[in-house]
């Protein structure tokens, strides 16, 4: 008996950008110290450091060469490449300049899904640069990148995300890969099974157990024999090979804190030594806050010990507030309460949340009671 056949529908209407940034810890790294960039650079603690723990987040495409790459064990790559340099690496700093990166896309539109720190999706079907070319926009993006932050990143333009995904990864780095949809299926085809985005490491043996090695083979599967052998992946694999991926870019919710914490190697003992450090907490908060245009009303304070017991208080003002003397101000109060140094102080945090936009100020309405506001 024959399979019942249904024609495919493959809306190819729409503009889609995958940017990701070229090994993006490495190269914040590498920019901070040049020196770096002269060798195999792993973000990862040195294993002598850990006992053999930890794995790496990523490395610089010399230590690629020697087959490191995010994910493995640190003493593996420690054993592929003694002579690597390992950094432990900055997170709070990678997000500061993810946040640049973000803000930059902001500039060519409002429809941006990000799915990690240093990746994302972006529709400029209808852009704020009224440009009819993605691939002009994309070649703009990257162009602001570099300027604006001396790092290189990857695009990938297609109609959907699947293939704009698979395009940023096709040369890397400092590629721009554009799949239309008359090549779409061409490209498809040419590549091994292993590069198609959500097929993991434990189903290709499977795919190569049914002579799947590359997405022609794929191709020649039926999608009853798909489903039969994937289940709801082989329904989804037989429309992506045929250049089917409808998934629309989904933006994410609006920022609900920005927050700045530090970890102390050598615990916090006086009153002095709080403070400096809360003033700089909320120097840092200060500046986040311009980055990302908002301010807040709620001052959250986190206080750790060295016993790893936790305290957060806040407080809720009447108006807004984004500057750092106001955010100090406001920390110093709620430590006051807390206090507290015999244990020593492990961690300080300052995060200001109940955001919203600069653009929205302190309105007071002086003919509503305090009661009627409330409503």
């Known amino acids: ?61 010399l230590a690629r060469q020697y087959g490191i790459h995010s994910a493995m064990s640190a003493q593996k790559a420690y054993e ?35 799915m990690s720190i240093d990746e994302a999706y972006l529709d400029v079907t209808e852009n704020k640069v009224n440009s009819r070319s993605a691939i002009k926009v994309a070649r703009m993006i990257q162009r602001d990148i570099w300027r604006e932050t001396h790092l290189t990143c990857s695009a990938g333009v297609s109609y959907n995300k699947f293939l704009a995904k698979l395009a940023s990864d096709f040369q890397k780095p400092r590629g721009l890969t554009v799949v239309t949809p008359e090549d779409a299926v061409e490209f498809l085809k040419e590549l091994p099974i292993e590069k198609f985005h959500g097929i993991g490491k434990k189903t290709v043996p499977k795919m190569h157990e049914l002579n799947i090695f590359t997405g022609a083979d794929l191709y020649q599967k039926s999608e009853m024999e798909l489903i039969r052998y994937f289940g709801k992946m082989g329904y989804s694999l037989y429309r992506k090979v ?39 907490l909320s120097e840092k908060v200060d500046f986040s806050l311009k980055r990302v245009q908002k301010h807040g009303k709620t001052i959250v304070l986190k206080v750790r010990y060295t016993d790893y017991s936790t305290i957060t208080k ?17 920390a110093s109060l709620i430590w006051e309460e807390i206090l507290g140094l015999e244990k020593g102080i492990r961690l300080l945090g300052i995060t200001v949340t109940n955001l919203d936009p600069v653009t929205y100020e302190n309105i007071r309405l002086p003919l509503w009671g305090e009661s009627e506001q409330d409503f």
């Open 1 to 61: 008996m024959s399979e019942l056949q249904f024609p495919l529908k493959n809306d190819t209407s729409r503009k889609i950008i995958h940017i990701d940034m070229d090994a993006f810890f490495a190269s914040v790294e590498e920019r901070d110290n040049p020196e770096l960039a002269k060798h195999p650079l792993v973000i990862a603690r040195h294993p002598s450091d850990t006992g053999g723990r930890g794995v790496v987040t990523t490395a610089n495409y």
């Open 80 to 114: 592929l490449c003694p002579q690597a340099i390992f950094v432990p690496g900055n997170h709070e700093k990678y997000r500061e300049v993810s946040q640049q990166v973000r803000e930059v896309f902001q500039r060519y539109t409002d429809l941006i899904e990000p």
């Open 242 to 280: 045929r250049g089917i991926h409808d998934s629309p870019v989904k933006v994410t919710r609006e920022r609900k804190s920005v927050g700045k914490e530090h970890t102390y190697g050598n615990p916090l003992t006086t009153e002095e030594e709080v403070l400096t450090q809360l003033r700089q």
């Open 314 to 330: 806040r407080v809720t003002l009447p108006t807004y507030v984004s500057k750092k003397e106001a955010i100090f101000s406001q």
